[in-house]
């Protein structure tokens, strides 16, 4: 229902640990090893490998094996995903906002009934409006 | 250490679940009380109130009490920094991919080599090139 993608649940899980958006960040700039990934994180490679799986099994990289090394990359499309989603959330709160305002400023423009007072000015009554 | 921001945590966090991604969903549309968030899913009132709870914990929504209702808005600016997060990753990555892409290209229009082909021509012999 309402646009519920199951992958989300991974991409966001995946995306709410600083180590694995560290590991993510890193290989934004480009390919990377799991050890190069561990790099900057004081954990075993055992934990880093652990939070690769994670990532990988949120579609947000890839790995390839080639002999000992397992080298990770980034899946650009998954992370758009997730974007997309947050973006769509994000532009539907601003056009309602937007429409808010525009009406509230059309009113603000109407003719005073005589109980409200338009903004700008100052009074000592009451204001009925919030 | 690179663009870490603690809210983060909590807000992917937030929103790798499907029941309060639904409930942001509804709330993109404009506020509304705790027992409306609960409608679409099939869960008891404190359940909803415990995700109520995760997502206004992670500024993604506040509410506010009135008399026995709580009425919950969205919180446009966090729903942007986490829009801005993987935007700023995925952007990075595809302009890497936009440079490779185009130094691709430009070693196709140098003259052949001998060893490797051209993109579209066909051949026999295996390539060189991944």
Redesign the interface.
Known sequence: ????VPD???V??A????GR??M???????PASVSELGM?LDMSLAAVLQHVQVLEASGLIRSQKAGRTRTCS?N?VV??S??D???D??T???R??DRLGEYLAQTADMPDPGWATGPGETTNEPKEQQ
């Open positions: 229902m309402l646009n519920y989300l649940d991974r966001f899980q995306l709410a640990d600083p958006r560290l993510v960040e890193r290989l934004s700039q480009g900057p980034i650009p992370l758009r997730a974007e989603w947050i973006a959330r994000r539907m709160v601003e309602r906002l």
